[in-house]
């Protein structure tokens, strides 16, 4: 496949890095400012050298991606909300060129799925989003694999930063400021954590995920939210005195979306550590399913990307 991407972010850039190993061919990549393209193929070592080093990553516009022969869309732009843009324009452009789109920018899918299913249906291209929920973690696919209708709840844990930084808490007995200033010292929390620590990022996901079950519905206005900046280092003593702990848990069905602390038991599966994630995948027909593993990162959600490519119909 022939993928055009836009965004040159960790996501963009490792999408363009490992593509190759997946059997396809970047003929362009752009960020907000500059573009490469070629329709023979970009020189995706130089141009990611270029990005890197503070340089444009090529000489054409952004806008010239959709200019160009390719098969699909890869729209790995930074997440928006309300109304998701620019990504939901670059998905509606793309299909209603009839060229495949597969998204890691999670607006999309949270706040327009109704939007993005009819744009598809009147389309020769297909839309494809498992990099929008758990990184690497086959989330949509064990969904699409066990059919959404016999999925009845999935619930876990859907952000590392915030798991990050509860675990630090419980295990050192430190207060939550402490532990977020350690994680931004790491790269492991933003300078803005908002997104993180207030249960957004984590919301999104049970979002989209909420939407499969339902065929649409939902946006992060639908959701209960509740965020980890208030939790005390004494709830956690507390809790450890049971032989429980707390973790950002979310819970996407057919009917709600809520995502808060919760008490887990301290050995439970839900109980994972550092920036790990987790997802139950309650089913009528094959019992409880689990996945885990980092549900971030660049290496690791490009190759949910590369991986949708994969499923997409060739011409």
Same mark, same amino acid.
């Given at each position: ?27 362009? /990549? ?16 130089? !141009? ?25 869309? /890869? ?27 597969? &998204? ?44 959404? @209708? *016999? ?18 808490? *419980?295990?050192?007995? $430190?207060?939550?400021?402490?532990? $977020?200033?350690?994680?931004?010292? &790491?790269?492991? *929390? ?56 707390? #973790? ?27 920036? #790990?994630?987790?997802? @139950? ?19 690791? !959600? ?14």
């Amino acid at each position: 496949m022939r993928l055009a991407i836009l965004g040159a972010g960790d996501v963009g850039r490792s999408v363009a890095d490992l593509a190759s190993e997946y059997g396809h061919e970047v003929v362009a /990549i752009a960020d907000s400012s500059d573009a490469a393209v070629d329709p023979s193929g970009i020189d995706v070592e130089r !141009t990611l050298e270029r990005k890197v080093g503070n340089e444009p990553v090529g000489t054409a516009a952004p806008e010239d991606v959709f200019e160009t022969e390719y098969d699909v869309l /890869i729209e790995a732009t930074p997440t928006t909300l309300d109304d998701a843009e620019p990504g939901f324009t670059h998905t509606k452009r793309a299909l209603e060129a009839d060229r495949h789109v597969v &998204l890691a920018n999670k607006g999309p899918v949270a706040e327009r799925y109704g939007e993005l299913r009819a744009l598809e249906a009147e389309s020769a291209g297909s839309i494809r989003f498992e990099a929008t929920v758990g990184g690497a973690i086959p989330v949509l696919s064990t969904i699409e694999d066990s059919t959404p @209708q *016999a999925v009845t709840t999935v619930r876990g844990v859907l952000n590392g930063t915030a798991n990050f930084i509860l675990t630090r808490m *419980a295990a050192e007995g $430190l207060d939550y400021e402490h532990v $977020l200033a350690e994680a931004q010292d &790491l790269g492991v *929390a933003e300078a803005d954590p908002t997104f993180d620590v207030d249960g957004t990022d984590a919301a999104l996901k049970f979002v989209i995920l909420a939407n499969v079950l339902s065929d649409g519905g939902f946006s992060l206005s639908d959701a209960t939210v509740e965020g980890i900046q208030n939790i005390p280092g004494s709830a956690l003593d507390l809790a450890a005195e049971d032989g429980r702990t707390i #973790r950002l848990i979310g819970e996407a069905t057919r009917e709600s979306v809520r995502v808060g602390p919760r008490l887990v038991p301290e050995n439970g599966a839900l109980a994972v550590t550092g920036t #790990r994630n987790i997802v @139950q995948i309650e089913t009528r027909h094959a019992g409880s399913l689990a996945s885990s593993g980092r549900g971030a990162g660049g290496p690791e !959600t490009a190759t949910a990307v590369l991986s949708d490519v994969g499923r997409l119909p060739t011409r």
